[in-house]
């Protein structure tokens, strides 16, 4: 029974992880009908499934992040590009460290996540109208390649990221709002927002692990492992999707969709 809550958690991860709707938030949700037997190894779960995600984007972007090629100029162009995620990754992970105990205890439960929700759609309509406005506006210009980004703009995205640490405010969103307030077309923020996922995930799977200490049964291992394998799958064909849903339509679809959700989350636990 629990690999098969293992698989459809992995499928939540992976469908949530990299639109705008907060992956956590979904899995918190989730966690009132659908638990694994120990409440240490869940909790833990949820974030370690991540993993698997990320390794989606990795796969995906692989030409645009591996430095070691033929190529020299491009080499130090992708070089710049980590330089600037490990810029942005920064104020996440200094802040995180200290707080992931507090945010567990206080913030990991259902109405929290339904008003980060209705409050993440709220910033994402402000970022839209700000997008558009500076689209209309001749010669205001967006920045749509990564070369264009400057160590001042990775670091405010990085600042965004800390927004996330509320569940159910969304990391993708988070970053994705944060860019697009700096005046990144909407396919940029969305890759940067993925590679900046990259140390973030990956650090935080690490990191509750290690809290954790490995210490798990033979089954609880192959538990961990197949929802991971299932979130990357699933994050993989989401990653290709959302890429391309980008060049064409609005992220306010994803807002109506977090009020909506967020107020139907409130009205059944209040």
Not at 55 to 63: D, E, S
Not at 249 to 260: D, G, K
């Amino acid at each position: 029974m629990e690999a098969i809550t293992a698989v459809i958690l992995g499928i939540i991860e992976g469908l949530t992880e990299f639109l705008p709707v907060s992956s956590t938030g979904h899995l918190i949700i989730a966690g009132r009908f659908l638990t694994l037997s120990d409440p240490a190894f869940e909790n833990m779960f949820n974030i370690v499934i991540q993993f698997g995600a990320i390794l989606a984007v990795v796969f995906y972007f692989w030409n645009d992040i591996f430095p070691f090629t033929r190529d020299k100029e491009k080499n130090k162009r992708i070089w710049k590009l980590w330089g600037l995620i490990v810029i942005a990754f920064l104020p996440a992970a200094a802040i995180g460290v200290f707080i992931d105990d507090w945010m567990e205890a206080h913030l990991f439960n259902p109405v929290s996540v339904a008003i980060a929700l209705i409050t993440g759609a709220v910033l994402i309509f402000i970022a839209e109208a700000k997008s558009s406005r500076r689209q209309g506006q001749p010669g205001a210009g967006l920045v749509a390649e990564p070369d264009q980004i400057s160590v001042k703009l990775a670091l405010i995205v990085g600042l965004f990221q800390c927004l996330a640490m509320w569940p159910g405010m969304s990391r993708s969103a988070s970053t994705i709002i944060g860019a697009v307030f700096c005046g990144f077309a909407r396919p940029l923020a969305a890759e940067f927002s993925f590679l900046l996922g990259i140390p973030t995930i990956m650090g935080a799977s690490f990191f509750k692990l290690l809290k954790a200490g490995f210490e798990f049964s033979a089954y609880q291992w192959v538990v961990l492992t197949l929802g991971t394998v299932v979130s990357f799958i699933t994050a993989l064909v989401v990653v290709k999707f959302f890429m391309g849903y980008l060049k064409k339509y609005s992220l306010r679809p994803f807002a109506i969709y977090r009020i909506i959700l967020g107020i139907a989350v409130l009205i059944f636990c209040l």
